[in-house]
């Protein structure tokens, strides 16, 4: 189990898989199902497979973990509010952001009503709440991200330290947010301050590195430093296949985003290319079903290529999302 953590905590996310699945099988025959350790494999187990993109698949194991935890532990136990932010997370991936925030609201309160608003499980579950805020696309909680980020992230810096990977996360977060609002110059100072802090500690290989970097890009993208950005999401993805896989959701986001700057830009062949390539190998949810409202592809409707990628897409997140 230890070795899967270390693994899977490097983004070495199969190789973590692996022996997860191992400590997991031998748990469940030597300690029992619903020993504490047991579930602890469980719930990591659930994470790995939401990294991998098997979202019906995180959500069910996720969920038995809590129900499970909730019984043996109580229901303010430290593992099972764990337990109550990785389903959140496996919610918001799936774009059922109500439910994702609403459980993470919750969460979060039993931490600062145990724990203080000071320690660090409290801090991990706020810069939770805070992404889950943003990515929502909702901007009436715009102003509440901030001010919690804001908040959290003083704290981590004085009680973390500036370089500890969940104020680099509270970085990242606010960054994010920042960009949401429109506050682009902030936001893309405060991206170029956290990837090489990100690179030193954490690895330029390492998934939150990337996903700063993917931010960094999209941010750019969208002020029309096409090659600065591509020039990113290029190097992401190359990264992304070698470290997760060719299937990964990180590399099929990616090439998505490619696939919108080649829109952008007028390059269609080159964009109905990069779609192809990206639609059924590991796009989350969300993207997948708003891919026909993305502005940045305006320029490919009226095609019936991309018509057929959109019927594609659908069915695609349809099948990911599982029954409801």
């Avoid at 715009?142 to 810096?157: G, T």
């Amino acid at each position: 189990f230890v070795m899967g953590k270390v693994y899977d905590s490097l983004g070495l996310v199969s190789q973590g898989k692996t022996l997860i699945a191992q400590a997991l099988d031998l748990q469940r025959k030597v300690l029992g199902p619903e020993d504490p350790e047991t579930l602890t494999s469980m719930s990591l187990m659930s994470v790995i497979l939401l990294e991998e993109g098997h979202y019906p698949e995180a959500e069910k194991l996720q969920r038995e973990t809590l129900a499970a935890r909730r019984r043996v532990l109580g229901p303010q136990h430290p593992d099972t509010v764990r337990s109550m932010s990785r389903l959140a997370g496996v919610l918001s991936s799936q774009a059922r952001d109500d439910e994702a925030i609403s459980l993470e609201r919750e969460a979060l309160a039993i931490e600062r009503s145990n724990l203080g608003p000071e320690h660090p499980d409290t801090l991990a579950l706020t810069n939770s709440l805070v992404s889950y805020l943003w990515t929502a696309g909702d901007a009436s909680l715009y102003p509440e991200a901030e001010k919690l980020q804001r908040e959290a992230l003083a704290i981590e810096r004085r009680v973390l330290g500036p370089e500890h990977p969940d104020t680099l996360n509270g970085m990242f977060n606010l960054a994010g947010t920042l960009h949401h609002e429109g506050q682009d110059r902030e936001a893309e100072q405060l991206f170029h301050e956290t990837i090489p802090i990100q690179s030193r500690i954490l690895g330029p290989e390492h998934s939150d590195t990337l996903n700063t970097r993917n931010s960094l890009a999209i941010l750019l993208a969208q002020q029309h430093r096409y090659r600065e950005a591509e020039d990113l999401y290029l190097e992401n993805r190359a990264i992304q296949r070698r470290t997760f896989g060719p299937e990964s959701v990180f590399a099929a986001t990616s090439s998505y985003n490619l696939a919108c700057l080649a829109a952008l830009q007028g390059h269609r062949e080159r964009a109905f290319t990069l779609l192809d390539e990206s639609v059924g190998h590991g796009l989350q949810p969300s993207t997948l079903l708003s891919m026909d409202t993305d502005s940045d592809l305006k320029s490919l409707k009226g095609d019936p290529r991309f018509e057929a990628l959109v019927v594609r897409a659908k069915r695609y997140a349809a099948a990911a999302k599982g029954p409801q």
